[in-house]
T-cell receptor
Framework: KNQVEQSPQSLIILEGKNCTLQCNYTVSPFSNLRWYKQDTGRGPVSLTIMTFSENTKSNGRYTATLDADTKQSSLHITASQLSDSASYICVVTGGNDMRFGAGTRLTVKP | KAGVTQTPRYLIKTRGQQVTLSCSPISGHRSVSWYQQTPGQGLQFLFEYFSETQRNKGNFPGRFSGRQFSNSRSEMNVSTLELGDSALYLC?????????????FGPGTRLTVT
């Protein structure tokens, strides 16, 4: 069964600290993996999209990694800011199947 | 460039009624996808329309339907509303499509069924 699992479910960090969010998937075949940031009450915003051949992709302070062999991805946030408080959703697409993780709720405190 | 717009933003309906939601994509985008988001189930894919044709469909009952017009604007209809249909309904537009294209989400329509 195609699934996407994210961990942790929630995370609280202090402003300025780094953090890493995890995404494990069993979706097959694999087309791409995306990370989205969703602020409360708003639509998701794309952070990165990676295909099979890409190991790392950065977008400012966000860096996503992909290990297609172990079917794992991570999103690393550097020097966190209060505005990083949001839900981060991992989405894996394979063929015509699109699977969403439940998300990680990140809270950055001053 | 204007972003994806959705109307209405908030809606309250009664069980058994039907509802129509609207989505206007970014100019030039031919793909519009619809999603349901609930606290329990998270984000779930409903369907994708590309150049007025349904190209992909998620695992939702036939009460959920959609269409796309020649100007790429899309509508989603839910008939015989149930309490479980209460959710945030998001649409996303893309130039090349859901599978490989960059998607841009609208702010969503918050539907409450009482």
């Amino acid at each position: 069964k195609n699934q996407v699992e994210q961990s942790p479910q929630s995370l609280i960090i202090l402003e300025g600290k780094n953090c890493t969010l995890q995404c494990n998937y069993t979706v097959s075949p694999f087309s791409n993996l995306r990370w989205y940031k969703q602020d409360t009450g708003r639509g998701p915003v794309s952070l990165t999209i990676m295909t099979f051949s890409e190991n790392t992709k950065s977008n400012g302070r966000y860096t996503a990694t992909l290990d297609a062999d172990t079917k794992q991805s991570s999103l690393h946030i550097t020097a966190s800011q209060l505005s990083d408080s949001a839900s981060y959703i991992c989405v894996v697409t394979g063929g015509n199947d699109m699977r969403f993780g439940a998300g990680t709720r990140l809270t950055v405190k001053p | 460039k204007a972003g994806v717009t959705q109307t209405p933003r908030y809606l309250i309906k009664t069980r058994g009624q039907q509802v129509t939601l609207s989505c206007s994509p970014i100019s030039g985008h031919r793909s519009v996808s619809w999603y349901q988001q609930t606290p329990g189930q998270g984000l779930q894919f409903l369907f994708e329309y590309f150049s007025e044709t349904q190209r992909n469909k998620g695992n939702f009952p036939g009460r959920f339907s959609g269409r796309q017009f020649s100007n790429s604007r899309s509508e989603m209809n839910v008939s015989t509303l149930e309490l479980g249909d209460s959710a945030l309904y998001l649409c996303a537009s893309s130039f090349s499509g859901t599978v490989n294209g960059e998607q841009y989400f609208g702010p969503g329509t918050r539907l409450t069924v009482t």
